[in-house]
């Protein structure tokens, strides 16, 4: 065999290499993209919680609508972030749902329906306690140690 015969065989495994990495290169990128998005989930939920959590004043200012929104689509999109029995999804609906009863207490005026609602405020702002619990759950989807 001449070396003009051996070009294409040399070609094709350069080739072939080339593939390979680019394919390496994507799967890495994929990963970082996903770990991304679920790490976003955890941001907004943290900083939905901490505001949840902080009195009336942070409940009312200005920018709470934009926190919550910005956890209702995080909320929603976990669904497909997480599998079904990590339980993420779940413990967002729970702190989803309490958000309520916590936010109609802050917003109400009538010193009546105050009183009715601190009950439902103090077994939600129990609930909303999460944090810890999430962290654990979304553990093995955050996990970036093995490359």
Request: net charge positive.
């Amino acid at each position: 065999m001449n070396w003009l015969q051996a070009i294409p065989i040399i070609i094709s495994f350069a080739v072939a290499s080339i593939a390979y990495q680019q394919w390496r290169v994507a799967k890495q990128k994929l990963r970082l993209d996903l770990y991304n998005r679920r790490f976003g989930v955890y941001e907004n939920t943290l900083v939905f919680y901490q505001r949840l959590s902080g009195g009336q004043e942070s409940v009312l200012a200005d920018d709470f609508k934009g926190i919550r929104f910005a956890f209702i689509k995080s909320f929603r999109e976990s669904q497909f972030l997480f599998d079904d029995d990590s339980g993420v999804y779940q413990l967002l609906d729970r702190l989803h749902s309490d958000s309520f009863k916590i936010t109609a207490l802050h917003q109400e005026s009538n010193q009546k329906l105050r009183d009715l609602l601190h009950e439902d405020f103090q077994r939600a702002l129990k609930s909303i306690d999460i944090i810890q619990e999430l962290e654990m759950k979304m553990k093995p989807y955050l996990n970036f140690h093995k490359i």
